[in-house]
């Protein structure tokens, strides 16, 4: 099964093919990623219109490329998948209305795939990895903890009261002056740094559930910035360790209720598995390894590549779909706003925002 999948819901324009056999194995055939990274820079964050139209001047072309790199012809394709929420709607328009315009002149089912539900499952395509298990996202935009029961079978454990990690990670680089994007500069500074000078809150910490705050914490930076203004390369490299260790801390207090709360309610999982663009961070993933170490199970992390925003996840997303039957009508509308549980095994409503 080839499905060709359509990625625009935030910053990156892409297009991917994968090959799903029957025994449920994935292969990326290509898999072709623009990042609009210097559209935004200047902004020091995304910009949605911005987004929709780089999205709109370069998709032609990334979707053709996807499928020279392929070596596949839009006949011989089996579906054809589009992320179709959540995100800026801009960007979800351009990508779903391409994808449905190839599934309707080619005569292909469509799958309008959750951005959230194709992170998710994007372990099953790098590491064949079997449900159940406890899936961590934390991008600029999400914060989850989720226990993943089977495809459209999602129970959301915690997740961000406020912020999500990559958005405070993007706001401390910002006042700090470290550039743009946050996540990487911050994590480069703080290995230079001293993680002990700013005494930073860990918010959340010991808590039954698992939940995040994000927002006291950022706050809390801002005003030890704000103290010693202004600042040395040295009170840079330091905040950024400060903060870092922090979210570190977090993270694992955090986790290792989640772990619990999975073998409570699901049982034991077959792996922790980290997505989203946080899971690049070397030091987040040190303390993921370590969390499953503790709860008995194993970490799985797909490349950073595949973490981060990409069509081959969408395409491996509507491959596990489509392999169960599952389609969407040429109708379906984009969703700003589409939690993961509310994607069930049914086809997306085509009403609902
Ligand atoms: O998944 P992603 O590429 O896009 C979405 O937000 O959907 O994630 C991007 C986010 C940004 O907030 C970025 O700052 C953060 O992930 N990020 C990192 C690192 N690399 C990317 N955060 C911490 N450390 C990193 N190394
Ligand atoms: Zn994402």
Same mark, same amino acid.
């Given at each position: 099964?080839?499905?060709?999948? #359509? ?10 093919? /994968? ?28 910009? !949605?219109?911005?987004? =929709? ?10 979707? =053709?490329?996807?499928? %020279? ?5 839009? =006949?011989?394709?089996?579906?054809? =998948? +589009? ?16 994808? @449905?315009?190839? %599934? &309707? ?12 539900? +194709? ?8 590491? +064949?990895?079997?449900? !159940? ?14 226990? /993943? ?10 997740? *961000? ?13 910002? $006042? ?26 860990? !918010?959340?910490?010991?808590? !039954? ?17 704000? @103290? #010693? ?6 009170? /840079? ?46 030091? #987040? ?13 194993? &970490?799985?992390?797909?490349?950073? +590549? ?7 996840? #969408?395409? $491996? ?6 392999? &169960? ?19 069930? @095994?049914?086809? *997306? ?5």
């Amino acid at each position: 099964m080839d499905i060709l999948g #359509i990625e625009t819901t935030c910053d990156e324009t892409a297009a991917a093919v /994968v090959r799903r056999s029957d025994d449920g194995h994935g292969r990326i055939l290509s898999n072709v990623v623009l990042s609009q990274i210097r559209e935004h820079a200047e902004f020091g964050g995304v910009v !949605p219109e911005i987004a =929709a139209r780089a999205h709109v001047e370069a998709l032609d072309r990334i979707v =053709a490329k996807a499928m %020279a790199e392929a070596g596949v012809s839009f =006949a011989g394709l089996d579906g054809v =998948a +589009a992320a179709a929420g959540p995100g800026l709607i801009g960007g979800l328009i351009v990508g779903l209305t391409t994808a @449905k315009a190839l %599934a &309707l002149a080619q005569g292909k089912p469509l799958i309008a795939v959750n951005h959230l539900e +194709a992170h998710a499952l994007t372990a099953r395509l790098t590491d +064949a990895i079997s449900f !159940p298990y406890c899936l961590f996202l934390a991008s600029g935009g999400h914060t989850q903890v989720l226990g /993943v029961r089977g495809v459209g079978d999602y129970l959301r454990l915690g997740g *961000t009261v406020d912020d999500a990690i990559g958005e405070a990670f993007d706001k401390t680089a910002k $006042w700090l002056g470290v550039g743009y994007p946050g996540g990487p500069l911050v994590e480069q500074a703080a290995r230079r740094g001293d993680a002990r000078r700013f005494a930073l809150p860990r !918010p959340m910490v010991g808590r !039954p559930d698992a939940d995040f705050s994000l927002s006291g914490l950022k706050t809390a930076l801002r005003i030890e910035a704000e @103290k #010693i203004a202004p600042l040395s390369d040295t009170d /840079v490299a330091d905040l950024c360790a400060s903060f870092q260790q922090a979210v570190v801390d977090v993270v694992f207090d955090r986790l290792r209720t989640g772990l619990r709360m999975f073998r409570d309610r699901i049982g034991m999982p077959r792996a922790l598995v980290c997505a989203g663009g946080v899971a690049a961070n070397q030091a #987040i993933r040190k303390v993921l390894h370590r969390v499953a170490l503790e709860a008995g199970t194993v &970490l799985v992390a797909p490349p950073p +590549a595949l973490c981060t925003d990409n069509g081959a996840m #969408i395409a $491996w997303a509507g491959a596990e779909r489509l392999a &169960l039957g599952l389609t969407d009508p040429l109708d379906v509308a984009p969703r700003a706003r589409w939690p993961l549980e509310q994607v069930t @095994k049914a086809a *997306t409503p085509i009403s609902s925002s």
